[in-house]
């Protein structure tokens, strides 16, 4: 039978998929251990180096629709203020302007990008991305824009005003990542 650690550690390492980054923590942890304790009583506050896993869930609170709608039905919900009517993507729970009621909005797949960067740098995750852009995307029917992945397309930048649609992962999560935009030829 198993210890709750050692399967806190199989479920770290399928879900990190990294037994090098336990290593190197262990490293850490050893290299701070071994240190004079000399060292250790000059500090304020004597701190021994332990690590810790933790599983846990977080609430998306009252933007839990965005979410669920993206992960279940590959829709963009954005809010409608019923005040004066401006729509917010991503959606808000008030509004920005008049502090009025919202209502849930689905808002187009099709935008425009109002501004971006492209990387050439990323971690090891993402390196076979590289270049890669993020930008500030407006749907056509909101008044405010996310910032988002643009699919490059083999270009190298993305100018303001260049039209986009969304696109989205075959097997969703219900996180921001499950959608990106392209550009649109």
């Known amino acids: 039978m198993k210890t709750s650690t050692e399967k806190a550690r199989e479920?770290?390492?399928?879900?990190?998929?990294?037994?090098?980054?336990?290593?190197?923590?262990?490293?850490?942890?050893?290299?701070?251990?071994?240190?004079?304790?000399?060292?250790?009583?000059?500090?304020?506050?004597?701190?021994?180096?332990?690590?810790?896993?933790?599983?846990?869930?977080?609430?998306?609170?009252?933007?839990?629709?965005?979410?669920?709608?993206?992960?279940?039905?590959?829709?963009?919900?954005?809010?409608?203020?019923?005040?004066?009517?401006?729509?917010?993507?991503?959606?808000?729970?008030?509004?920005?302007?008049?502090?009025?009621?919202?209502?849930?909005?689905?808002?187009s797949n099709e935008g425009t990008v109002l501004s971006s960067t492209t990387s050439w740098y990323a971690t090891s995750e993402f390196f076979d991305s590289v270049p890669y852009a993020v930008g500030y995307v407006k749907p056509v029917d909101a008044d405010t824009g996310m910032l988002q992945r643009i699919d490059l397309k083999g270009r190298e930048i993305v100018e303001p005003g260049t039209r986009v649609i969304a696109r989205f992962k075959e097997r969703r999560k219900g996180v921001v990542s499950d959608f990106w935009y392209e550009i649109m030829e």
């Open 11 to 107: 479920t770290l390492r399928k879900e990190l998929k990294s037994k090098p980054l336990e290593s190197v923590i262990d490293g850490i942890i050893a290299e701070k251990l071994n240190l004079n304790t000399s060292v250790l009583e000059r500090e304020k506050y004597f701190e021994i180096p332990d690590k810790m896993v933790m599983f846990y869930k977080y609430s998306y609170g009252e933007q839990s629709r965005f979410f669920s709608e993206l992960m279940n039905h590959a829709k963009l919900q954005g809010s409608r203020c019923m005040k004066c009517g401006i729509v917010y993507f991503p959606p808000r729970s008030r509004c920005s302007e008049c502090y009025g009621e919202i209502e849930w909005k689905e808002v």
